[in-house]
Nanobody
Framework: QVQLVESGGGLVQPGGSLRLSCAAS????????VGWFRQAPGKEREGLSY????????FSADSVKGRFTIARDSAKNTMYLQMNSLKPEDTAVYYC??????????????????WGQGTQVTVSS
């Protein structure tokens, strides 16, 4: 059974950092494109960053470039999202996703097949 489980969310002050983890089971993450998305209340789900399945290229949305870093640890079958310089507008439920092959528009949530349950990130003083 394919499963993705996020962890690492929580409450952080503006300017702080968090690292989200997403552990995969039932499939080998190294063979898939992997990505991170978020959804704030009343807004559509937004693509943040993803790694392609074949050549491990990284693509990121302009809103998080220079602040968020995606990574994949094949030995642990786990992916990560390191988030720095967090802002109140980063408050959202964060989701990891996987699919194969790499979508033509990887920042479009509709092109991804497997999803985690989400983890809440709240940025507030």
């Amino acid at each position: 059974q394919v499963q993705l489980v996020e962890s690492g969310g929580g409450l952080v002050q503006p300017g702080g950092s968090l690292r989200l983890s997403c552990a995969a089971s039932g499939f080998t993450l190294a063979y898939y494109a992997v990505g991170w998305f978020r959804q704030a209340p009343g807004k559509e789900r937004e693509g943040l960053s993803y790694i392609s399945s074949y050549d491990n290229r990284i693509f990121s949305a302009d809103s998080v470039k220079g602040r968020f870093t995606i990574a994949r640890d094949s030995a642990k079958n786990t992916m990560y999202l390191q988030m720095n310089s967090l802002k109140p507008e980063d408050t959202a439920v964060y989701y990891c996703a996987a699919t194969v092959p790499t979508p033509p528009n990887g920042l479009d949530p509709a092109e991804w097949d497997y999803w985690g349950q989400g983890t809440q990130v709240t940025v507030s003083s």
